[in-house]
């Protein structure tokens, strides 16, 4: 919705924008905050031309209804033109012969996913411009800092959380669908890091086709569901589980994550995580192994190389930790200063804008007291979760008129549990931890062997992760 004559303030100040978005716990829909951003000109026909017959990689998934996630390891690849890709998608004859060739757009999708723009845009850095996250009290950061996505219909992301940073999504042409879980539901989604990726955790549950005989617990998660429709901008908060769909021809977004403080405890438990898995598959036998490196990773990384980024990110948790002390004591004296290196960033992160000067708290559960000043509205849509007996698949929809509320009035937990030391560490309920792989094999109870991937799923868990960061941070602060 685009505002009429006469309503072109925006309803909210970058200050307060940015204190929503820090403060926030909950999925939430920004409306009329980006009417005046050149960005939303980025049609089809307009990057073609910026493009300049420059070639992108796309992911090609079957559209099909199945009951298991299609990841990226089991997805096709193809090198092809924006004008390739638009002429595939709109099923042109002279597709035939060209990148395309093998796939029917009747029976395929086709992605441009996680594109950073300054790269496929270096020659044309005037277009960063186009994108102005300083309303949302970023300032300087713009698409320079942000990511393009361009997908034909049924184009998706398999569900998962992303370890740093929360997320701002614009939505420039067509519409896509949003199925989120809080935090809270991380053990109802069976959360496994295989394929791998740093910064990824993906669920092995096809949120829109679950598998109830093998994932039960699946039912009792809380679906948020939203379709995002152009010049709306989506907050993702912090560790907010996510699958999203195209539902129209042709959608094109642009999102940015933002860094947070509690990246920094992130980066340790991801290189953590990143040591594990490298070393137990790198020394599985190749014809057992099969594809568990994502595409986004370039190489498994070698044991040396995966302990200096682990020992690199505990230093710079812990100097972190120290200057915001400092900080604390003495505030005119001390700045807080992330000291990550570039080096140490992969994936979503290596885009990020530099840090600014005031501190970005790590959200807490429950609901603050910052929260409960937010009035939601015409121009703040609360995502609610979905009515109770269609939550665990996600398919009901109900559709936002930029006026009402998004689903039913129903609130759950959200934020993730922090904790600060051996009493609360151990507190974590490990029934709850073990019962997703107990459910996970209760149908095929006659099968016995024990899989690398069932045991990374185990070792590599985000609970026993959080729990391993503490234990070492301890024994390092000794």
Known sequence: MLPGAGEDVKPFTPEKAKAIVMSLQQPAVFCNMA??????????????????????????????????????????????????????????????SGPFSCYDSCKYWAYADYKYIAKIFEDKTEIFQDVIWSDFGFPGRNGRESTLWIGSVGANTPCHLDSYGCNLVLQVQGRKRWHLFPPSDACFLYPTRIPYEESSVFSKVSVVNPDLKRFPLFKKAKAHVVTLSP????????????????????????????????????????????????????AEHPDSAGAWLNPTEVEATSHEINLRYLNGAMSAYLEYQKAGVLQHRYPSRHRTERTMSASCKRRKTQVMAEPEDNKEADFPTGKTEEE??????????????????????????????????????ERGHFGKLHCTGKQSIMSNDYETLADPMRSDTSANSSQTAISTNDLLDCLVNPQVISLVTHLLLEKARV
């Open 372 to 409: 409960q000043k937010i009035l939601f509205g015409p121009h703040l849509i609360q995502v609610l979760p979905a009515s109770q007996e269609t939550s665990s698949t996600g398919v009901r929809v109900v559709e936002s008129d930029h006026r009402e509320l998004i689903g039913k009035n």
């Open 231 to 282: 010049g709306q901008v989506l907050f993702v908060p912090r560790h907010w589980w996510h699958y999203v769909e195209s539902i129209d021809p042709i959608t094109i977004s642009i999102n940015s994550w933002i860094e947070l403080d509690a990246d920094h405890e992130a980066r340790v438990e991801e290189a953590i995580t990143r040591t594990l898995v490298c070393a137990i598959k790198s």
């Open 35 to 96: 009417f005046d951003w050149p960005a939303l000109r980025w049609n089809p026909k307009y990057l073609s031309e910026m493009l300049d017959g420059k070639t992108i990689q796309f992911r090609l998934g079957m559209k099909k209804m199945d009951a298991a996630p299609q990841f990226e390891t089991e997805c096709s690849y193809v090198h092809a033109t924006l004008e390739e890709f638009l002429a595939w998608s709109s099923g042109l004859s002279s597709c035939f």
